[in-house]
C-alpha cells in the first residue's frame, strides 16, 4: 500500500519525501478537508521536490487539492483545476459531494485537460451510483475522504462492507483506490484489510491536530508501521500510478 502525506509548505514537502512516502499531497489543512494551497506556493512546492531529485525516491509522485468548492459552482471548479493543473502536479484532486450537481461536475471534470482525482466525500456514506459514473469516465483514480475531521476517522463513518465495495468497484474498473479521512496509526490494521492502493494521512503525523506542523518522528513511525504492515501480509506493494 502507497503513503500519501498531505504537506502545506516546502519544508514540510522535503520531510515527507526524505522520509519516504509515495505521495505528497499539497493542501492547507486550515481551509477545509480540501483547503487550497496559493497557486505559488503550490509551484514553488512543485519546483522544491524537483531540485531535490524526486528524490531519493524516484518514483514520488504530487497531487493538488483545488479547494472545497461547492458543487453548485461548475464554473469555478474548472477554473481552479486549471490552475492548479498548471502548476506541474501529477493529479489534481477535487471533492465530490453527494448532491445531484455530481454526475454533471464529475462529467466536466472528465472533460479538462489535467490528470483529475475525484474525491468522494463521505460523511453521509458513498454514493454507489457517483461512483460506479465516475469508474467509468476517464479517470487515474478515484478517492474516499471525510469533511469532518473532528467526528472521527473514514472507518467511523463508513462502514467496512461499504468501504470494501468501494475499493473493490474502483479496481474492478482498472483505476487506482485511495482512502483518506483523519486516519491514525490505529487504523493501520484495517487500512490492511481494506487493502486500497494507498492511504492518505495528515491528522496521525502532526505534533497536535491536522493544522500543526509535521513531525519528523510520527512520520517515521507511520512508514514503519505501513511498510512492515506491507511486509507482514507477504509483501505485494499494489503500484499506485
Same mark, same amino acid.
Given at each position: 500500500?502507497?503513503?500519501?502525506?498531505?504537506?502545506?509548505?516546502?519544508?514540510?514537502?522535503?520531510?515527507?519525501?526524505?522520509?519516504?512516502?509515495?505521495?505528497?499531497?499539497?493542501?492547507?489543512?486550515?481551509?477545509?478537508?480540501? =483547503?487550497?494551497?496559493?497557486?505559488? /506556493?503550490?509551484?514553488?512546492?512543485?519546483?522544491?521536490?524537483?531540485?531535490?531529485?524526486? =528524490?531519493?525516491?524516484?518514483?514520488?509522485?504530487?497531487?493538488?487539492?483545488?479547494?472545497?468548492?461547492?458543487?453548485?459552482?461548475?464554473?469555478?471548479?474548472?477554473?481552479?483545476?486549471?490552475?492548479?493543473?498548471?502548476?506541474?502536479?501529477?493529479?489534481?484532486?477535487?471533492?465530490?459531494?453527494?448532491?445531484?450537481?455530481?454526475?454533471?461536475?464529475?462529467?466536466?471534470?472528465?472533460?479538462?485537460?489535467?490528470?483529475?482525482?475525484?474525491? *468522494?466525500?463521505?460523511?453521509?456514506?458513498?454514493?454507489?451510483?457517483?461512483?460506479?459514473?465516475?469508474?467509468?469516465?476517464?479517470?487515474?483514480?478515484?478517492?474516499?475522504? /471525510?469533511?469532518?475531521?473532528?467526528?472521527?476517522?473514514?472507518?467511523?463513518?463508513?462502514?467496512?462492507?461499504?468501504?470494501?465495495?468501494?475499493?473493490?468497484?474502483?479496481?474492478?474498473?482498472?483505476?487506482?483506490?485511495?482512502?483518506?479521512?483523519?486516519?491514525?496509526?490505529?487504523?493501520?490494521?484495517?487500512?490492511?484489510?481494506?487493502?486500497?492502493? *494507498?492511504? =492518505?494521512?495528515?491528522?496521525?503525523?502532526?505534533?497536535?491536530?491536522?493544522?500543526?506542523?509535521?513531525?519528523?518522528?510520527?512520520?517515521?513511525?507511520?512508514?514503519?508501521?505501513?511498510?512492515?504492515?506491507?511486509?507482514?501480509?507477504?509483501?505485494?506493494?499494489?503500484?499506485?500510478?
Amino acid at each position: 500500500m502507497k503513503i500519501l502525506v498531505s504537506v502545506r509548505s516546502v519544508e514540510e514537502a522535503l520531510l515527507a519525501a526524505r522520509g519516504g512516502v509515495d505521495f505528497i499531497d499539497l493542501k492547507e489543512p486550515s481551509g477545509g478537508a480540501l =483547503g487550497g494551497l496559493p497557486v505559488a /506556493t503550490i509551484r514553488s512546492i512543485v519546483e522544491a521536490l524537483r531540485e531535490h531529485g524526486n =528524490g531519493v525516491a524516484g518514483k514520488l509522485k504530487t497531487s493538488a487539492t483545488i479547494g472545497d468548492v461547492p458543487m453548485t459552482d461548475a464554473d469555478r471548479i474548472a477554473a481552479c483545476v486549471d490552475a492548479v493543473g498548471a502548476c506541474g502536479v501529477d493529479y489534481v484532486k477535487v471533492g465530490i459531494e453527494r448532491v445531484p450537481q455530481a454526475l454533471a461536475v464529475l462529467d466536466m471534470l472528465a472533460r479538462t485537460a489535467w490528470p483529475v482525482v475525484p474525491v *468522494f466525500i463521505a460523511d453521509r456514506g458513498l454514493d454507489a451510483a457517483h461512483v460506479a459514473h465516475a469508474c467509468a469516465l476517464g479517470f487515474p483514480g478515484l478517492m474516499a475522504d /471525510t469533511a469532518d475531521k473532528r467526528a472521527g476517522s473514514l472507518f467511523d463513518a463508513v462502514g467496512a462492507p461499504e468501504l470494501k465495495r468501494f475499493v473493490a468497484t474502483v479496481r474492478g474498473s482498472g483505476k487506482m483506490v485511495g482512502v483518506a479521512g483523519a486516519l491514525r496509526l490505529e487504523n493501520c490494521a484495517l487500512l490492511s484489510e481494506l487493502a486500497p492502493d *494507498f492511504a =492518505g494521512f495528515r491528522t496521525a503525523v502532526c505534533d497536535g491536530d491536522r493544522t500543526t506542523a509535521l513531525d519528523p518522528r510520527r512520520l517515521q513511525a507511520l512508514v514503519a508501521l505501513m511498510r512492515g504492515g506491507a511486509a507482514m501480509r507477504g509483501g505485494a506493494v499494489v503500484e499506485a500510478g
